[in-house]
């Protein structure tokens, strides 16, 4: 007779063991750890007026790709930090690095996305004071980044011709979570007749009728004009909002 | 695999809690799940049953409640629930939409099989 398995449980004493049987309600949100490192990392981001945007897509779609070349065009007075999050390798952060820009490189080991918490500690690698955009490349993933808040302000979405026009009807729930996306590696269309730039667009719209969708080559440079005006939109917005709240602070009376 | 993650946040509540209520065995455990939330539910009993081994919840059965997707139409106020991930109103046809239900992720309640004798310490 022990107390493990149940076996101490008779018909005599059923009624004294069992008594208690209720039902506890909880309602607590199975992610609230997470999610709460993340209101707390965007805190940050706020006190420092940076846009933090979360680079998305497949694995190979050209995350890294497109921030070399984002990195390039855009004017040097906006200073830019990278977080990599790969399984294995400092490979992503190796080449970012080369370009001048501060990178931080997250190996998630087995885990298929990064979290609020992984990017926590790489920020303490980083002076945020001197960033006006950090880009968070997320494990190379359609399914699971998307269920975790590191606390970005925005999702951008890539998806490059090489992977199908359908990708947006199969991972419907990534594309939902998108603040804009970008059709990437447009320079391989003319050898990839399968891929229909109007069918994916027509697939996004479904689930998302005002996802703001933008076509570029990373290599040749082409189309990348709308995507460094939104970014640079989106940092006028940020520093603008930041203002007006420092502002706030210094007509508060002091005591 | 993000289920791992999503169960051991389960696992946290489970056991602060069966500690608060002085709870010695979990029978079961109800679980919503939101279909936005890309949760594959049997991935995540599956983990469950690896992650609750030797705890309070050893051998409790989780059970998962799906929650539809529904929207409400930000043009006309149409709400409506969302077939496949198709956010097209059908009041107007309109595709801009605030989501109404579906992102759900929250443990609503568990059985307590046992209590704990008075004075008795939590596993």
């Known amino acids: 007779m022990c107390d493990n398995c149940g076996c101490n449980v ?19 949100d199975l992610l609230h750890e997470n999610d709460r490192q993340a209101d707390h990392n965007r805190a940050h981001f706020d006190a420092m007026g940076l846009l933090a945007i979360n680079v998305m897509s497949g694995p190979g779609s050209g ?7 984002t990195i390039k065009a855009l004017p ?7 977080i990599e999050g790969d399984l294995e390798t400092e490979n992503d952060a190796e080449r970012i690095r080369r370009h001048g820009v501060p990178a931080v490189q997250i190996t998630t080991g087995m885990a298929c996305h990064l979290d609020a918490h992984m990017v926590h500690d790489a920020l303490h690698e980083l002076d945020l004071a001197k960033v006006d ?3 968070i490349e997320n494990v190379g993933n359609l399914v699971c980044p998307a269920s975790f808040d590191i606390g970005q302000h925005c999702n951008v979405l890539l998806l490059s011709v090489t992977e199908g026009d359908d990708k947006p009807a199969k991972y419907p729930v990534m594309v939902r979570a998108a603040d804009q996306m970008l059709i990437t590696k447009t320079d391989l269309l003319p050898y990839i007749e399968e891929f229909s730039v109007r069918r994916a667009r027509d697939a996004v719209r479904e689930i998302r009728s005002d996802l703001p969708v933008t076509e570029l080559s990373a290599k040749t440079g082409q189309g990348m004009g709308p995507w460094l005006a939104w970014l ?11 203002r007006r ?4 602070y210094s007509y508060a009376p002091h005591r | 695999m993000h289920e791992t993650a ?6 946290r509540i489970l056991e602060a809690q069966a500690a608060r209520h002085r709870v010695a065995r979990i029978s079961s455990v109800i679980v919503k799940v939101g279909r936005l939330r890309a949760v594959e539910p049997a991935q995540l009993v599956a983990c469950f049953e690896m992650f609750a081994e030797g705890t309070v919840a050893e051998g409790a059965q989780l059970k998962i409640e799906a929650v539809s997707v529904r929207a409400r139409c930000k043009a006309c106020a149409t709400e409506f629930e969302v077939p496949r991930f198709r956010f097209e109103c059908p009041g107007c046809g309109g595709g801009d939409v605030d989501v109404v239900q579906g ?10 099989a046992e209590r704990l004798p008075s004075g008795g310490v939590p596993k």
């Open chain 1, 10 to 28: 008779t018909d005599g004493n059923r009624h004294l063991v069992e008594a208690d049987h209720r039902t506890i309600e909880v309602l607590e």
């Open chain 1, 232 to 242: 640079q939109a989106m940092v006028a917005e940020r520093q603008a909002k930041f």
């Open chain 1, 76 to 82: 040097d007075r906006v200073r830019l930090a990278v």
């Open chain 2, 103 to 112: 992102q759900e992720l929250y443990i609503e309640s568990f059985e307590a």
């Open chain 1, 133 to 135: 955009i950090l880009f």
């Open chain 1, 63 to 69: 995350k890294t790709s497109l921030l070399e070349a």
């Open chain 2, 6 to 11: 999503i169960v051991e946040g389960l696992m």
């Open chain 1, 245 to 248: 709240h420092a502002q706030g």
